[in-house]
Each structure stands twice: as structure tokens, then as C-alpha cells.
């Protein structure tokens, strides 16, 4: 089935290939296309509690025309941006799924065909969701999904790489017949408004494609298989809510997380002892608990109040420090309640970029934010292994926050790496390291553009009753209906991310989340501008300094020598990165002046014209009779003729030099023929020239 959708033809086939899928769908968008499988166990494993969905998201070399470099040739471990493609299928897909629906469920998609010029991401969404709306798993859909970016004032739907590299306002927009069911956008400070109007002209294009989901799982679709959903049963659920309920409401009044939920422990062990038998596990009464608590504090909130006491509107305590480390280059701990997170920001030469490989071809990055979230920040054990999907996403998610204010590499000529640790947790511990990373880059003296902070919202939806809640702790976002992640500058927003548990929000209740978001935004920068205001004049001593020189593009393989030679001998002897760009821009990093310094006049040896006057550290190469050829730069020789060796009666050269020797000398002439003449003796005579 076939759709105009933008600039191309949005084209959904199914029926070809991968038959032994639950369901399968291509997807061609351009001379991009992506096939998305959906695949469903047949039993529940024994014991288990959980909804077990897997996505996987693969992009093939071959899809572009390209061998995989590396040893083995062939594609690894998935790459950062197929892990937070995987993340975004997941993540409006999740909450479609009905409840008590326990089987285990496999989403593949793969990009067999990329044009290089639309992205395939959206359109495996769009996949996902058609392939699990035709198939026979239980599935509340369809879904569907685009991007939309302003480029040059105007909107664009699904727009190209190229477009995308102009844009100032980036957002994908995923929705159902029900509203919107997810966002992940980022901005350069763009006006809430603007914001909005991206999120109505994508909402309004996937009007199409949801009819034409519904036209091809009417026409394709299979019947949905009879499952048996684990569903607790009413009179356990009474039953726990009888014997725990006045305890529960003691519990929920500890103000303290760690001894809240030890409370909660303590009281799943009892309930457990009283009511385990041959009919109800401990896993039911551990989830019908659950439940209870679910209720207790929705109940709660729409009765006009919080678990911790704070308004709707109010943001937990706040506390900023800078410099908390003595040797990085740029530290700061942002504590929020009980979220805290350290950032560390380290500067860097430009042998510190991060090449990626992606099917639109090879990308540099200067900019880098790392999270990470250890499981001591919740009070518990676990192995420390590689970063896993959430803390990449986290991570991606800040650092999309900080890119509108992030100095381009022409303005400040430093890779950045920003590290969050997150040493406690409890809400949104990805704004608190977008506050944190905004803290630390000033204290590091990046010339940032503008702070950024960042602020979670949440929601309580009941009937026609709309909660939205400011800053929300993990007990919050554990049992309400939404994470809605806004970070800014008091200019405009700079990056959004919606995530719902609920089948989609309407336009105007979005309208309002941004609208209170903004409040918290401009609150928490005014907290922050507390400790420091502005970036730092001067960078940390620690931090290696890069100096910027400007040398003629002829004299560019002048100085990288025959095979990199000369260049090569300089490092090699000061140390210092040295960085030749195209255009005759030369950087040259290092955390030592002397040696930086040694490698700007090696450098402008190289590459100066020699000026009559001046003089030069020189060494002496060949010896003749009536003087000495000596070296003032790789590849420059002059001569010091016998007479200008000394000021007294020289018998012989080598009664003044030797070869090896280095010495001062001064360019007294350069002749027609382009030779150089130099002088011992005027240095001497005049020794602070």
C-alpha cells in the first residue's frame, strides 16, 4: 500500500519475506527501506512478573554500498545511535500493549537500503507498529510516527540529512488515535509556541498514515491469538489492601526514600508469610501490593496532595557547588532533593574526536556527554559491566540539551567531554545532569552560550482529570502516566522528550506541560546562577592550551614533510599535538607552555618566509672550506660564510663550529637565485636581537 507523505511516497508492503514472523513489513521511503519483524513466544516462562519486550534495531553496511571496517569485516555490537533508534521503537510502542499481557516479544527491524539521504528511524517505527497490528500478538495500535524541522523559517515533514544539518528545531512525533504518544526533539532555543507548532504539523500529517496502518492491518491483518493474561485477581487484591492499607499510609508518610522502601520490604515479607499458599505466590502478592500502592498514591495526588508534601508546582531543594575537584578541568555537584549528580568536563586536541560510522557516511564529534549510573546511586548491587541502553539514552538525551550552547570547534578549538555520575537517585537524573554538565563546562571556562537547566514533569490522568506534577520523584514516575523532560535557556527550549504509559495526550494538555516546565526552567538557572553566572575568564592550569595559527595552504606539505616526516619530528620532540586543516589552520594542543611554545616556532620556521634580520636557532649540517651550511628550518639552509663567523681572524671553520653544533645565526641576505646568507658574528655582537 502506497502514501504520499511529504516528499516522497511512504510505501508498506507485507507477504514477501519473513513469513515465519508473527508479522513482517518493509517499509520504503525514497531508496530507503527497512524491514521490521514482530515475534511472540508462545508460554510465559515459570515465575515471571514482567512484560519481556526486546527491541533490536540494526543498520547494515551493505544497505549503504560499504564494507564494515575492523578485523572481522562484518557488523558487531550495536553502535550508539542504532541503541537509541531501539529506544525510540520501544518506547511508544511499550505502552500499547495490553495489561497482563506476559509474553515475550522480539522487535527487529534492519535497514536493508539506505539513499543517504532520509533517516530510517522513523520508519521503523512506523514498521513496528504495523507489523504488530497485522500480526496475531495482542497489540492496542497502530502508531505512527515522522520527523518534522524548521529549516530556513520554513517546516518541513521528514526531512532530508542535508535539511537536517540546517535546521534550527528538530522533533519526532509519534501518536495514536488517542493523542500523542511520544516526542524526542531538539531545538536551538526556540519559543514554546514554536515548539508547538512543530508537534501540531507532525500531529496533523500522521493523520494519513494512521488511516493507512488501519486500511493494512484490515487487510492483512491476522486474528489476535488467545492469551492468557496474568491478571491479579480482585479478592487478593482486597485482601492485601485489608491487611497492608493502614500500614501502607504510615509507611508512604516517611519522608526518607531509603527508609520508605525498606518499610515497603518489610511489609512484602509479612504479607507474604500471612497469605503464601498452594494458590497465591509470592510474586502475586508482591504485585497486588504494587497495585495498592499504585492506587494509594494516585488517590493522593488527585485528592489535592504529594507522598513528599510539596505542591503541584513545587521543585524539591537545590544545591550548587563548582570546582569540587581539584585537578579536573571543570567540576560540579547539582543536588535536587535526593538526585545528585557530579559532572566532570575535560577539554582536549583534536586528536581527541569521536569518529562515528554511519550509513550517511563518517562524522566528527568535539562534543561529548557521558552518563552514568552506578547502583550505589540506588542503594543496591549489581554488576558494572559496559553502559546499557537507558545510560546511553540518558546520556544522548543531555547532551542534545547542551548542543545549542556548545561553542562550534572555529570559536573554541577543544573536544569536550562532560562524564555525569549520578551518586543518588530519586527522579529525573538526566535534567539534573543537564544542570549539572551547564555548571561544570562554565567552571571548565567553555564560553557556552547560554546556561541550560532541566525539569521533569509528570502526570496523574484520571477521567477528565488532568494532574501535572513539577519535578517528579521516582515514586512519581514509577506510578504516574508520564516523564516529560524539557531543558532550555531562559531564551527557549533546547531539547524535549515525552515518554507515556497511558495511549497518548492531547495537543493541549502538552501546551500546558511546556507552559509550567518553562516556570521550573527559569526557577532552577536562577539557582544555579548562584555559584556561578558565567563561564570562567581563564581555563584550569591543568587543561592543555591550544593555540590557533594561520600558515599559507602552499606551505602546508611543507610542514607534514615526505610521509608525515617533519610534522611527525616535531611532535616527536615537543610533545604537543599539532592539527593541519585544510584551509591552513594549524592547532597545537599541549598542557606544557614551554613545549607548546617550542612547537609554534618550530611550526613558523617551517612555514614563515625567512625574513632578512632575524635570527634563527640553527644547526650545523655541512662544512667547507669558505664556511658552514646550517639549518635554520626543515629543508631551509644557509650559508655562514667564514667572514661572518666570528669577529676575529678565522684560520679555519672548523676552529669555530663543528658539525652538529647548533648555533644562533641572523639572515643578513637573501640573493636572486633564492639563497640564504647568514651571520654568526652580527649575533653575537648584538646578542638581544
Known amino acids: 500500500m502506497k502514501l504520499k507523505f511529504g516528499k516522497n511516497d511512504f510505501l508498506l508492503e507485507t507477504g514477501k519475506v519473513a513469513k515465519q514472523a508473527n ?4 517499509i520504503q521511503y525514497g531508496g530507503t527501506v527497512v524491514l521490521v519483524t514482530a ?13 519481556p519486550l526486546t527491541v533490536e534495531y540494526q543498520e547494515k553496511t551493505y544497505a549503504a554500498g560499504r564494507i564494515p571496517g575492523g578485523f572481522f569485516k562484518r557488523e558487531g555490537r550495536p553502535s550508539e545511535s542504532e541503541i537509541l533508534t531501539a529506544r525510540l521503537i520501544d518506547r511508544p510502542v511499550r505502552p500499547l500493549f495490553p495489561k497482563g499481557f506476559l509474553n515475550e516479544v522480539q522487535i527487529m527491524a534492519i535497514v536493508l537500503s539506505s539513499d543517504g539521504e532520509n533517516d530510517p528511524d522513523v520508519l521503523a517505527v512506523c514498521g513496528a507498529s504495523a507489523a504488530l497490528s497485522i500480526s496475531d500478538i495482542p497489540f492496542n495500535g497502530p502508531l505512527a510516527c515522522c520527523r518534522v524541522a524548521r529549516v530556513n523559517g520554513e517546516f518541513v515533514v521528514n526531512p532530508t540529512y542535508a535539511e537536517l544539518d540546517n535546521a534550527d528545531l528538530e522533533v519526532v512525533v509519534a501518536i495514536n ?5 511520544m516526542l524526542e526533539s531538539k531545538a536551538k532555543e526556540v519559543s514554546e509556541e514554536d515548539y508547538m507548532q512543530a508537534v501540531k504539523i507532525g500531529y496533523d500529517a500522521l493523520q494519513d498514515l494512521l488511516r493507512l496502518q488501519e486500511e493494512f492491518k484490515a487487510k492483512f491483518g ?7 493474561y496474568k491478571v491479579i485477581s480482585p479478592e487478593l487484591k482486597k485482601k492485601v489492601e485489608e491487611l497492608a492499607g493502614e500500614k501502607l499510609k504510615e509507611i508512604y508518610d516517611i519522608g526518607n526514600k531509603d527508609e520508605r522502601e525498606e518499610g515497603v520490604h518489610l511489609l512484602v515479607k509479612e504479607l507474604q508469610e500471612k497469605l503464601v499458599n498452594d494458590e497465591c505466590a509470592a510474586s502475586d502478592i508482591k504485585t497486588a501490593l504494587v497495585e495498592v500502592e499504585q492506587a494509594h498514591v494516585r488517590e493522593k495526588i488527585l485528592a489535592g496532595g504529594r507522598v513528599d508534601g510539596r505542591s503541584f508546582t513545587q ?22 532533593g535526593q538526585t545528585q549528580s557530579l559532572a566532570v568536563t575535560t577539554l582536549g586536541t583534536g586528536d581527541d574526536e569521536q569518529m562515528i560510522e554511519a550509513l550517511e557516511g563518517e562524522k566528527y564529534k568535539t562534543f561529548m556527554l557521558h552518563y552514568s549510573f552506578p547502583p550505589f546511586s540506588v542503594g543496591e548491587t549489581a554488576p558494572v559491566r559496559g553502559p546499557g541502553r537507558r545510560e546511553i539514552g540518558h546520556g544522548a538525551l543531555a547532551e542534545k540539551s547542551l548542543l545549542a550552547v556548545v561553542p562550534t570547534k572555529d570559536k573554541f578549538p577543544y573536544t569536550i567531554r562532560v562524564v555525569s555520575e549520578i551518586l543518588e537517585s530519586n527522579g529525573s537524573s538526566s535534567m539534573a545532569t543537564v544542570c549539572a554538565a551547564t555548571l561544570s563546562l562554565m567552571d571548565a571556562g567553555v564560553p557556552i552560550k547560554e546556561p541550560v537547566a532541566g525539569i521533569a514533569l509528570g502526570l496523574v490522568k484520571q477521567g477528565s482529570k488532568e494532574i501535572i506534577l513539577t519535578d517528579i520523584a521516582g515514586l512519581e514516575d514509577h506510578f504516574g502516566d508520564m516523564d516529560f523532560k524539557v531543558a532550555g535557556t531562559k531564551t527557549g527550549v533546547t531539547a524535549v522528550q515525552l515518554d507515556l504509559k497511558i495511549d497518548g495526550i492531547s495537543l493541549e494538555l502538552l501546551k500546558k506541560c511546556l507552559a509550567q516546565s518553562k516556570e521550573a526552567r527559569l526557577e532552577i538557572l536562577g539557582k544555579m546562577f548562584s555559584s556561578i553566572s558565567s563561564p570562567r575568564e581563564s581555563l584550569s592550569s591543568y587543561a592543555p592550551r591550544i593555540e590557533v595559527l594561520k600558515i599559507n595552504t602552499e606551505k602546508i606539505g611543507e610542514l607534514i614533510g615526505p610521509g608525515g616526516k617533519t610534522i611527525k619530528a616535531i ?50 649540517k655541512r662544512i667547507m672550506a669558505f664556511g658552514a651550511f646550517c639549518e635554520i ?11 661572518e663567523l666570528s669577529d676575529k681572524f678565522v684560520k679555519s671553520v672548523e ?10 645565526v641572523k639572515v643578513i641576505g637573501i640573493d636572486e637565485l633564492g639563497r640564504i646568507n647568514l651571520s654568526k658574528k652580527q649575533v653575537e655582537e648584538n646578542p638581544k636581537q
Open 23 to 26: 508479522g513482517a513489513v518493509t
Open 39 to 51: 515475534c511472540m513466544s508462545k508460554e510465559i516462562r515459570e515465575g515471571q512478573d514482567f512484560f
Open 177 to 181: 488515535n488517542k493523542g500523542v504518544e
Open 222 to 228: 491476522k486474528p489476535k491469538a488467545t492469551i492468557e
Open 315 to 336: 521543585i524539591r531543594p537545590i544545591s550548587c557547588e563548582v570546582s569540587v575537584l581539584p585537578r579536573t578541568h571543570g567540576s560540579a555537584l547539582f543536588t535536587r
Open 571 to 620: 611532535i616527536a620532540a615537543t610533545g604537543a599535538s599539532i592539527d593541519i586543516k585544510d584551509d591552513g589552520t594549524v592547532l597545537i594542543g599541549s598542557t606544557d607552555a614551554q613545549k607548546s611554545a617550542d612547537a609554534i616556532k618550530m611550526v613558523k620556521a617551517i612555514t614563515d618566509d625567512v625574513e632578512v634580520g632575524r635570527v634563527y636557532n640553527a644547526k650545523v
Open 633 to 643: 628550518a626543515p629543508r631551509k639552509e644557509g650559508l655562514v660564510h667564514i667572514s
Open 655 to 664: 676552529e669555530v663550529v663543528k658539525i652538529g653544533d647548533e648555533i644562533k
